[in-house]
Structures are given as C-alpha cells and as structure tokens.
C-alpha cells in the first residue's frame, strides 16, 4: 500500500497521560499536514512540514502540542498532559510541493479517546 | 483566512435520485478538493478541481472560481453514496480549509 499511514488507528487513554501518533507520507511526498477532526465538524488544519521544516505552527492549538519531522520522512504529534477536549481523531496528509497538482492525499486517522 | 461555506447541510434522497452540494469560499484558490468521508473517518479523494469541470461516473464536478463556488453532482444516487461530503479549498502552501460538510443519506 503506497497511501499515507496512521499508527495507532485508536487510542484509549487517561486524562494528564501523554500520547503519540506517527504519520508515513506517501513516499515521494515532500509536504506533510496535521488536522484534527471533532465531532460533526471538518477537519481542523494544525501544521505543516516540507521537508524536515515545520513552517507553519501558530494553529497547534496549545503549547501541548508538538510535532515532528526529523528527517523529513514520517513524522509525530504529540500531545502531552492530554485533555479530556483532546478526544478527536487526527488526521494526517501529503503531498508535492511542486511539479504536481498540489492535491492532498489523507490517512485513515488516528481516533482519540481521552478518558 | 478563507471561509468555505457548504450546502445543505442535511440532505435526505431516495435510491436513484440526482443531488447537487454546493461549496461557496471567500477568496481566489489555487486548490479545491471534494472528499467523500467513510464510516471509519477516512476522507477519500473525489475531485481536485480549483476550476473547471470533471467527472468520473456518476459523478461530476465544476468549480466556477471567479465567481468562488463549486458544485459536486451525484446522479442515480446509490445507497453506497450515503455518507458526509466536505470541501475543501486552499489559496497557498498552508493546508486546506475545510466546510462543515454535507451529510447525506440515500434511502432504499
């Protein structure tokens, strides 16, 4: 399968634990995307990556977010001290940064569940 | 930032019915992308289309951008169509703002 990757699918975890979720782009995409997707709404855009840079990252909706890309491959979200609002499922997408159409491509979503 | 406003947002069809959403956006896009949202939440690509029309099926889109809308057409709707369809629209590197979305259901 040469689509983007999610891992874990689900996670079950208590409130103030820290959790972690890994993102594979598809292979020759250079721009990598975090949203978060509540309840009844759209997808929420978080960051951005080309390459290993992170070039946007006002819209990480608390400083108990981060994300990674070290080298420019996968990356990781992490949310720490987790929040009982953190409850969402996190998407993550890929695509070229030029000499293709820009259109996205999406994972199938790590599902949060903060008890 | 760009606002995408879509419509309905409910939309209730019998089998083999035609439908039409409709995806207005506040600014000039380089980017508009249908997706078509399955039960276990994974967005499926339908369309790219920051102007023009396509189609692939039974269904077809047209992005008409100097006057910022875009509609996705679904004819001979199918039970299987069932579920929640988003726009999407971007003017530059950062991502996609995303509508509400519009759920639908096709009765049998």
């Known amino acids: 399968d040469t689509g983007v990757s999610q891992d874990p699918r689900h996670k079950i975890t208590k409130r103030g634990q820290n959790v972690t979720f890994r993102c594979d782009p598809i292979s020759e995409h250079n721009r990598l995307y975090w949203y978060r997707q509540t309840l009844g709404q759209g997808p929420e855009f978080l960051t951005y990556f080309q390459n290993e840079a992170q070039l946007e990252k006002s819209r990480l909706l608390s400083d108990r977010f981060s994300a990674e890309r070290p080298k420019g491959s996968f990356s990781t979200l992490e949310i720490q001290r987790t929040e009982q609002g953190d409850s969402a499922m996190y998407l993550c997408a890929s695509r070229l940064a030029s000499g293709g159409t820009g259109e996205l491509f999406f994972g199938e979503g790590s599902r949060l569940t903060v008890l | 930032g760009i606002q995408v406003e879509q419509s309905p947002p409910d939309l209730i069809l019998q089998e083999g019915a035609n439908s039409t959403l409709r995806c207005n956006f506040s600014?000039?896009?380089?980017?508009l992308q249908w997706f078509h949202q399955n039960p276990w939440g994974q967005l499926i690509n339908l369309f790219y289309i920051p102007s023009g029309t396509k189609q692939n099926g039974r269904l077809s889109a047209t992005t008409v951008a100097t006057e910022r809308y875009s509609l996705l057409y679904i004819s001979s709707s199918q039970t299987t169509d069932s579920g929640v369809y988003f726009c999407a629209a971007g003017g530059g590197a950062d991502g996609l703002t995303f509508g509400k979305g519009t759920h639908l259901i096709i009765q049998p």
């Open positions: 600014d000039s896009v380089n980017n």
